[in-house]
Structure formats: structure tokens, C-alpha cells
């Protein structure tokens, strides 16, 4: 007598799944939605906020608002405000993972982060930060050109990130996430970056006139740009040329101040 093959087990929509292997495979795919720089800064900020928590007996998984607002307090001193924000974007990350949630918009949380971003201001990472009065005194003045348009987002989205024009020279649009709340920037390394770790920045959508995210969109899409330098020169023909250098875009701030009648 002939021995048949085993079938393979069946449901409604097909051969059972190898659930092992898709839950691998699906692991996978969420690692390469990250970059691997910024998976090894959430990693190492995960521990370092996983043992503050453990010598001082909180909880960090889930984490309460409170404690994330400690946590930030605690670290101030020794951390800038884009580490901290990145700090607290990894924690945000760790508990989605574990299938949890954390409100970084809690008071407990944005309002620490609101206050020391007072206390220190813009211009702890830039000596000649313009203040959001002065910042709109700008904005006034430009139009819908493509230069105009450029400096619109330029301005907007590095005041908003607090960016070194170094930093803002060296984006990529693969390195500006357009999501529903706003932007994701990453910046991979800057001089004040000793261990090259990098830092990812949230920008949130204002729905205002000075709305970073709008601004940022409405370049692109005046461009046409999908890939490269995120912010490039734009010759007197309104053709795009290459990308911004650090002094360019200094000189940028330095002419559109001028122009509202203020010095930078």
C-alpha cells in the first residue's frame, strides 16, 4: 500500500504560517526602519535610564510621565537639550516595543523640556539664535520665490530644532521624516558630538503661518527634491545649484536680518 504525504495544514486564507520564521522576518523588517546609528543611541540611552531608574528603585518599564520628568531634571546639568530630546524619543521607542505607551505630551514631561529649553534658550547650541519676535520680523519679509522659500523652511526649521548651520548645511531629505505630528530629524554627527552617536529631533506641526513642517513641505514640493542635500543654492535663474555650505548658510541668516532692519 502506497503512503501519502502528510497535507500541509490549511486555514480560510491558505497553508498555516510558519509563525517562527514571519515573526523573525517581521523583526527584521522593523530593525531596518531605524538607521543603525540611532538604534545603538535608543539601545544606550534605554540602559542608562534603565539603571538611573534602578538605583533609585522606579519603575522604568512602563515608565510614569513623573519619572521621565525627574529623569530629565536629574540629567540637565551634564546633557543638551538635543540629547535630552533624543533621550526621551528612545523611551518613547522602548515602550512601543514592550506594546506600552508613554505620553511624551504629558505636562510631567513636556514642560520640563519647555523649561529648560527657557532656561538655556536656542542659543546654548547657536551663538546667534534669533528669538521667535525677531524670527517673524524675518519671516515678514520673504515672498514665494524659491529663495524665499528655501529661507522660510531654513530659518523655521532650524530655529525649531535649534541647529548648528553646519548641521542644517549637512541634511539630507532622507534625514528629515515628514510624519502627520511634524518632522523627525536626524542629524549623524555634529562638534559637539564627541562619541559620534548622532541624535534624532522631534519638530512638532504648529498648524500657524510659522509652521516648520509646512515650510519644509512647501520647499520640497516647489523643488521637486526627493533625494540629497536637503537645502540647496539657488542662482539668480531660480535653478537649484548644490548644496548649502555652513557659511552660506550663515550669510543667508546675515542678509535676511539685514533686510528686516536687524543684525545677526
Not at 551634564?78 to 533621550?87: E, Q
Not at 548641521?167 to 542629524?187: F, H, K, Q, S, Y
Amino acid at each position: 500500500m502506497t503512503t501519502l504525504p502528510t497535507p500541509v495544514a490549511e486555514t480560510a486564507i491558505g497553508p498555516a504560517l510558519d509563525l517562527e520564521a514571519v515573526a523573525a522576518r517581521a523583526a527584521g523588517l522593523a530593525r531596518q526602519a531605524r538607521a543603525a546609528n540611532t538604534l545603538r543611541a535608543y539601545e544606550a540611552d534605554w540602559r542608562e535610564f534603565a539603571g538611573w531608574c534602578a538605583a533609585r528603585g522606579l519603575e522604568p518599564l512602563p515608565a510614569a510621565p513623573a519619572v521621565v520628568g525627574l529623569y530629565l531634571a536629574d540629567c540637565a546639568d551634564r546633557l543638551s537639550l538635543a540629547t535630552l530630546a533624543r533621550r526621551v524619543s528612545s523611551l518613547a521607542a522602548r515602550h512601543r516595543r514592550a506594546g506600552l505607551g508613554l505620553d511624551v505630551r504629558h505636562p510631567a514631561v513636556a514642560d520640563v523640556l519647555a523649561g529648560l529649553r527657557r532656561e538655556r534658550g536656542s542659543a546654548q547650541r547657536r551663538a546667534e539664535a534669533l528669538t521667535v519676535p525677531r524670527l517673524k520680523q524675518v519671516l515678514a519679509g520673504l515672498g514665494d520665490g524659491l529663495a524665499d522659500r528655501r529661507d522660510r523652511a531654513l530659518l523655521l526649521v532650524g530655529t525649531a530644532a535649534a541647529l548648528r548651520r553646519s548641521e542644517l548645511a549637512a541634511l539630507d531629505v532622507a534625514d528629515i521624516a515628514v510624519l502627520p505630528e511634524g518632522l523627525r530629524v536626524t542629524i549623524r554627527r555634529s562638534k559637539t558630538d564627541a562619541e559620534g552617536r548622532g541624535a534624532v529631533l522631534a519638530v512638532g506641526r504648529t498648524g500657524q503661518a510659522t509652521c516648520p513642517a509646512a515650510a519644509y513641505t512647501a520647499w520640497l514640493a516647489a523643488t521637486g527634491i526627493a533625494e540629497g542635500a536637503a537645502f540647496r543654492a539657488v542662482d539668480r535663474h531660480g535653478r537649484l545649484v548644490g548644496r548649502l555650505s555652513g557659511n552660506a548658510v550663515a550669510l543667508i541668516v546675515q542678509r535676511r536680518a539685514g533686510a528686516a532692519g536687524l543684525d545677526a
